[in-house]
Nanobody, 117 residues
Framework: VQPVESGGGSVQSGGSLRLSCVTS?????MAWFRQVEGKGREGVAV???????TYAPSARGRFTISQNGAKTTLYLQMNSLKPEDTAMYYC???????????????WGKGTLVTISS
């Protein structure tokens, strides 16, 4: 079953957004990736089944990945947003705690985040 993202939108620079992803892959690593049109997909944050997290340098200190207790919903709290955070954000489920798309087996359709300066 495909993960389903929500929570994208348009905010001004310095603002916050929280993305959500409903998923049935409670026993998988879960991650957020993002992609700007015309560019490759970039890993943002990943959380393992044990709760361990890894962040991209661009996200560290500003973004927080988390799950609800049942691991059926994945979140990405994004603070201090910048125009360069503008992208389509994808939720993914996979096999390893790496920010590499080859680790991920199941992908959502994405939710668009637009940050204005």
């Amino acid at each position: 079953v495909q993960p389903v993202e929500s929570g994208g939108g348009s905010v001004q620079s310095g603002g916050s957004l929280r993305l959500s992803c409903v998923t049935s892959y409670w026993n998988h690593c879960m991650a957020w990736f993002r992609q700007v049109e015309g560019k490759g997909r970039e890993g943002v944050a990943v959380i393992g089944v044990d709760g361990k997290t890894t962040y991209a340098p661009s996200a560290r200190g500003r973004f927080t990945i988390s799950q609800n207790g049942a691991k059926t919903t994945l979140y990405l709290q994004m603070n201090s947003l910048k125009p360069e955070d503008t992208a389509m954000y994808y939720c993914a489920a996979g096999r390893c705690l790496l920010l590499e798309d080859y680790c991920m087996d199941y992908w959502g359709k994405g939710t668009l985040v637009t940050i204005s300066s």
